[in-house]
């Protein structure tokens, strides 16, 4: 047996994961980076590292998909969102930590609640 027929959940997260890392910089990192270029040049590098983010996202959604529903891979998308965005933010973007983040933080609990609910 391999990995994606042990632990396809475990595989998908942890893909889906390394694929928002991918993603977060590619949407934010040029806020940083490359704000005094024009806007094209940060769309190609962007996109750029996007290429990395499609390369685990998709794969990582159909390992997911056999497990779990499409609403239900929606949401632990949004929930790993928020786990890379928050730290990315805080430390690679230097803003500040808001409340906004805790009570974002409850309320995608509240729909992870919901939507693994059997």
């Known amino acids: ?24 910089f590619a949407w934010y990192g040029h806020l940083k980076h490359l704000n005094s ?3 094209w040049i940060a769309a190609l590098v962007s996109w750029a ?7 685990l ?3 990582a ?7 779990l529903s499409l609403a239900q891979l929606k949401v632990m ?4 969102t928020l786990a890379v965005f928050v ?16 009570y974002a933080g409850v309320c995608l609990l509240g729909a992870v609640y919901f939507i693994f609910k059997a």
Do not use: D, H
């Not at 391999?2 to 889906?16: D, F, G, K, R, V």
């Not at 998308?77 to 790993?80: A, H, K, L």
């Not at 730290?87 to 805790?102: E, I, R, T």
């Open 1 to 24: 047996m391999n990995i994606i027929t042990q632990c396809p959940i475990a595989l998908s997260a942890l893909m889906l994961t390394a694929s928002n890392v991918f993603m977060t």
């Open 37 to 39: 270029k024009p806007w």
């Open 49 to 55: 590292i996007a290429l990395f983010e499609y390369l």
């Open 57 to 59: 996202q998709v794969p």
């Open 61 to 67: 959604n159909r390992i997911g998909f056999g497990e």
């Open 77 to 80: 998308q949004e929930v790993i």
């Open 87 to 102: 730290p990315f933010a805080v430390f690679y973007m230097g803003q500040a930590v808001k409340m906004n983040y805790l």
